[in-house]
């Protein structure tokens, strides 16, 4: 079993719709990393969070440290905002998941 | 803004070729990161320096491998020689420290046929 896992694999949405990817995790840590990555490689570091929640521009971020979960949220998706939703967990060094590939259609 | 930069951004060599990639991380920052990302995976750490230091090399094949930053600054990371299975996505990141935010290079990806 991974360490870090999310859901839904894959996404595809209409333009202007809320959506939510989730990471589960079973190790202890001192922070999740939520990036984004576009098709070519570079990789965004979106958020940076260990417990509550955080917020910018239409993405938010929650945590669940008790739950060991965390979700990523996109108000008012936009098909910019296509590409791999990336969760990772950093107990020691950062442990990534497989990611998620969100489509956004007009 | 300060980005971390990697060249080349794009390497083909042949199985068995020795092949390098060099990554120059934002100013300042003591941490520097190897990965390696596989098609359709999330990223692996290679390497990891504090400085000019390794801290964390366990995941670096090392009969293959190697990765240095011999003044703290800049980083090399070589295969010699490449096997087909090397084939990945090699990005590097930075950060002030262990624990800060990872800023990530556009990365290097190497085919090897």
């Known amino acids: 079993k991974n360490e870090v896992e999310q859901s839904p694999q894959n996404l595809t949405a209409q333009e202007g719709e809320f959506i939510t990817i989730n990471c589960s995790y079973s190790?202890?840590?001192?922070?999740l990393h939520w990036l984004q990555q576009h098709p070519g490689g570079g990789i965004v570091s979106l958020f940076m969070l260990s417990s509550g929640k955080k917020k910018h521009g239409r993405l938010i971020a929650t945590i669940n440290i008790q739950e060991k979960h965390s979700s990523l949220h996109i108000t008012a998706s936009h098909p910019r905002d296509s590409a791999v939703y990336i969760c990772a967990v950093n107990p020691d060094k950062l442990i990534f998941g497989t990611g998620t590939r969100l489509q956004v259609f007009p | 803004e300060a980005e971390v930069a990697q060249s080349p951004r794009y390497k083909i060599t042949e199985k068995s070729q020795a092949v390098a990639f060099w990554c120059d991380p934002i100013s300042g920052h003591a941490t520097l990161y190897w990965y390696r990302q596989i098609l359709g995976q999330g990223p692996e750490l290679l390497v990891q320096f504090q400085d000019e230091s390794v801290v964390d090399d366990s995941q670096l094949p090392k009969d293959r491998f190697s990765a240095e930053r011999l003044k703290g600054v800049d980083s090399t990371l070589k295969i010699q020689p490449a096997e087909l299975g090397d084939s990945a996505m090699y990005l590097c990141?930075?950060?002030?420290?262990?624990?800060?935010?990872?800023?990530f290079g556009p990365g290097t990806r190497l085919t090897v046929t």
């Open positions: 190790v202890g840590i001192s922070a």
């Open positions: 990141a930075s950060s002030l420290s262990r624990d800060y935010e990872q800023y």
